[in-house]
């Protein structure tokens, strides 16, 4: 079992930052890929990015790719998500999951059926 736990979640005005934080515990973090998903009201959970376990690779979203950036550190079992000039559409709830894949390609990682284990999700919203 992992069990992941989300924050730095807020309200924050359009064209300002927030950098969200996911702590693993559990079993070894390092043999996870990780990724982040958000869900807005009345819509499905989308895919924003994700990273292989060794973090050598990144996948992003088209709508947040060059706005947000993902990143991990296997010392401290965390994975961040770093979001730069949000626009009030990036308004959702920000989950971040884990999946353990052998070969962790981009389709897989970019499908949130793949990932085993979720936090319960914080909330970001941009006022324009």
């Known amino acids: 079992q992992v069990q992941l736990v989300e924050s730095g979640g807020g309200l924050v005005q359009a064209g300002g930052s927030l950098r969200l934080s996911c702590a693993a515990s559990?079993?070894?973090?390092?043999?996870?890929?990780m990724g982040w998903f958000r869900q807005a009201p009345g819509k499905e959970r989308e895919f924003v990015a994700a990273?292989?376990?060794?973090?050598?690779?990144?996948y992003y979203s088209d709508s947040v790719k060059g706005r947000f950036t993902i990143s991990r550190d296997n010392a401290k079992n965390t994975v961040y998500l770093q979001m730069n000039s949000l626009k009030p559409e990036d308004t959702a709830v920000y989950y971040c999951?884990?999946?353990?894949?052998?070969?962790?390609?981009?389709?897989?990682?970019?499908?949130?059926?793949?990932?085993?284990?979720w936090g319960q999700g914080t909330q970001v919203t941009v006022s324009s």
């Open positions: 999951a884990a999946v353990s894949i052998p070969v962790p390609t981009r389709s897989r990682l970019t499908n949130n059926d793949e990932y085993d284990y």
């Open positions: 559990g079993r070894t973090f390092s043999g996870y890929a």
């Open positions: 990273i292989s376990w060794r973090g050598g690779s990144t």
